[in-house]
């Protein structure tokens, strides 16, 4: 096995031979969609995720492999390279620990300890780290060393300290030792600037002490961006009397004379000056990232979940985006989303015109036969739900309605995405029509906004931009190939996620389907401008042409397997097959085992949407007032984010609650995302507390 396949067995426990595969696969140019779905039997069944962690690893891996060579390449060039050194860097697994090898053979032309080498002062520097001299004694020995730049003895005895001071702070075992003592032991501390805000968000951390080790990721991004904007100030504790002592004990010789003075505080000097300030900003820069990581990867699950809410279908929708002074604007949809109507009315403040904005409501009702209301949380939200609970109950329409998070429809309304979609229209009805849309199908009209839009992320702009691009592109993109696209109807933005098309190749599509008409089959794909064989192959088992010449072209079942497919069926019942008898079908069938299980999946579900299978979306038509809330009432409501440390939940008020993560389970869990998710129907929730001036409740899901 090469280094690197065997470095990426120890790193993800795949079989060697699983590794080969996908990796030939990767460099073939394979989607990792793709080869999670049609290539089980080369990976093991690998799901996306795995193959997602299995390539972050492989790329560290590289890196880790190439810096190695290049590391020892260098070391060899200056003439340092022992067998010791080769050994050490072969053991190493992480980049921390080679660059900790490289440093003390790192070039460095502007340090106190560099200019005290260039004036031959390292002899001197040996004699003292050897600590078999008297102070007296060594310091006659230094009167040799006064020349040129070194001006008297105590410069000399100066110079040495720091060459000593120097080689501390660069040792990689010292380093490595002070580093894990820091991250289990030290805290950070935190204080508030002077221009601390009493009434600010980071008050209540100011004069706040953070172990280190338990730190939570959230609360550190809280307070680096308190850092950032100059409210906050953090630094890290160490007890330096401990560290003296394990200088004392371990670093100055047992036999050492009285020059081990001059030694220790060497050491206390790198320590102070060179080592901890170094060390003090790699603590951050690793604490930053498994913050990073976390707040990403939350992020990520929210975003999965929120795209993958169920679709609400045979509805008729009415898409309201509420406002005050600008009045309420109106949009219907129908089954298939395809806009039909707009209006404007004013039925919130201050205009409260109850009987113009009820006469459009039923004229609009009658017209297109609307079966829904999605109402936008934002601004108005509240009255436009008063409005609909009015009209219900005086008027008899029965328009039951849910709302709908708004996040990120006016950033739509103003791209260039929704501009192509209505031409004709003012950005404010785009606005309520992505309102209705993104009820009809939350993954078709959600794909359109930038995730970091929809309001389901945490301190998002704290974050590693570059890794939270990638992480939500990734999440996307699998959804989207997990749930299948229909070439006939799906926007460009949507098209671009299926696995091999891409922005450039979502355009022929649309350009094919204006010009040329609807797709029939999947095979007519390769009829589109740029879409290649190799572009088919990756994009073709993920599309699902819904009224197609074929039923085998409305199925996750890719092309390349329809022989295979229309043999199965012709020797067997597909309902009576087992699953003791898939090894022998499948030897029969000439495939593998995995590949067959999914065919008989999918033929027996042709056309399956695994969103069916989720709770469906709950519709009302009253409301909640936070004036009638006390302790211990029972409301339902649905979660619209969820950050580390709770879940905001819409109750029907004005404000998302709070359920705190200690108010999640009667079990002690460790992230809000064990028991909930984004859009996730709650039926049962108890209020704990209620906070009528600033609009706040507080909510439990555990027992009294």
């Not at 389970?665 to 859009?679: F, G, M, T």
Request: aromatic share 6%.
């Amino acid at each position: 096995m090469t280094p690197l396949i065997t470095l990426l067995h120890e790193k993800t426990a795949i079989s060697p031979n699983f590794i080969i595969n996908i990796l030939k696969l990767l460099e073939e140019g394979s989607t990792i969609p793709f080869i999670a779905r049609y290539r089980k039997e080369m990976t093991g069944g690998a799901s996306d995720e795995q193959l997602r962690d299995f390539d972050t690893v492989y790329s560290y891996s590289k890196k880790l492999l190439d810096r190695k060579e290049e590391i020892s390449r260098l070391i060899t060039e200056r003439g340092y390279l022992s067998d010791d050194i080769s050994r050490r860097l072969e053991m190493a697994s992480t980049l921390q620990e080679i660059e900790d090898i490289y440093r003390p053979f790192k070039e460095k032309k502007n340090t106190r300890a560099a200019m005290a080498i260039a004036a031959g002062l390292e002899p001197l520097a040996d004699l003292l780290q050897s600590g078999r001299l008297e102070l007296s004694e060594f310091s006659k020995r230094a009167e040799n060393f006064v020349k040129g730049s070194i001006g008297s003895v105590e410069d000399a005895i100066k110079g040495s300290q720091d060459i000593l001071a120097e080689r501390y702070s660069d040792d990689p075992r010292e380093r490595d030792y002070w580093r894990k003592q820091i991250l289990d032991y030290s805290a950070f501390e935190i204080k508030g600037t002077k221009t601390l805000k009493e009434e600010g968000l980071f008050v209540k951390l100011a004069g706040k002490n953070e172990k280190i080790s338990s730190i939570p990721s959230h609360r550190y991004l809280a307070i680096m961006r308190g850092v950032s904007e100059k409210e906050l100030s953090v630094k890290i504790t160490l007890d330096m009397d401990r560290v003296e002592n394990t200088l004392v004990r371990y670093k100055i010789p047992k036999f050492a004379k009285s020059s081990q003075s001059l030694i220790l505080n060497s050491y206390l000097d790198g320590f102070k000056r060179l080592l901890f300030p170094s060390l003090e900003r790699e603590i951050h820069s690793i604490i930053k990232e498994k913050s990073d990581f976390q707040a990403i990867n939350t992020f990520g699950k929210n975003l999965s979940q929120l795209l993958g809410s169920p679709p609400v279908t045979k509805r008729i929708i009415l898409g309201v985006d509420p406002a005050y002074r600008t009045g309420c604007k109106l949009a219907v949809i129908d089954e298939h989303g395809t806009y039909q109507d707009h209006r404007v009315i004013y039925p919130t403040p201050p205009q409260s015109d109850y009987e113009k904005s009820a006469n459009v409501i039923k004229e609009l009702a009658l017209k297109y036969k609307i079966t829904g209301v999605a109402i936008g949380n934002g601004t108005g939200s509240r009255e436009s739900q008063e409005f609909f609970a009015r009209l219900n109950k005086e008027e008899g329409l029965n328009l039951t309605y849910t709302v709908v998070s708004e996040a990120g429809a006016s950033v739509y309304s103003a791209s260039k995405i929704a501009q192509d979609e209505y031409p004709q229209l003012d950005v404010t009805i785009r606005g309520a029509i992505s309102i209705a849309q993104r009820l009809r199908d939350p993954m078709a009209a959600l794909v359109k906004i930038d995730p970091k839009s929809l309001g389901v992320g945490q301190y998002q702009h704290d974050v590693d931009q570059k890794q939270l691009e990638k992480k939500l592109h990734e999440v996307t993109e699998d959804l989207v190939n997990r749930i299948g696209v229909d070439p006939n109807s799906a926007s460009a933005s949507l098209l671009s996620y299926v696995a091999g098309v891409g922005g450039k190749l979502a355009k022929s599509i649309i350009e094919h389907r204006e010009h040329v008409g609807t797709f029939k089959s999947k095979q007519e794909l390769l009829k589109v401008k740029g879409l290649g064989a190799k572009a088919y192959e990756q994009c073709a088992g993920f599309f699902r042409i819904r009224e197609g010449k074929s039923v085998l072209d409305n199925t996750g079942i890719h092309p390349e397997s329809y022989d295979v497919v229309n043999t199965l069926i012709k020797q067997y019942t597909l309902s009576s097959i087992t699953k003791e008898q898939i090894p022998n079908i499948a030897k029969t069938l000439g495939i593998g085992e995995a590949t067959l299980e999914d065919i008989i999946l999918e033929l027996r579900k042709p056309g399956f949407d695994p969103r069916e299978n989720l709770p469906a979306i709950n519709f009302r038509s009253d409301l909640t007032d936070i004036k009638e809330l006390r302790e211990g009432s029972i409301v339902s409501g649905v979660v619209r984010n969820i950050a580390d440390f709770g879940a905001f939940v819409d109750i029907g008020l004005k404000n998302d609650g709070l359920i705190h993560i200690s108010q999640m389970s009667e079990k002690r869990i460790s992230h809000p995302l064990e028991v909930l998710s984004v859009n996730q129907q709650l039926s049962h929730i108890r209020v704990v507390e209620v906070d009528v001036a600033k609009g706040k409740v507080a909510l439990s899901l555990r027992e009294v």
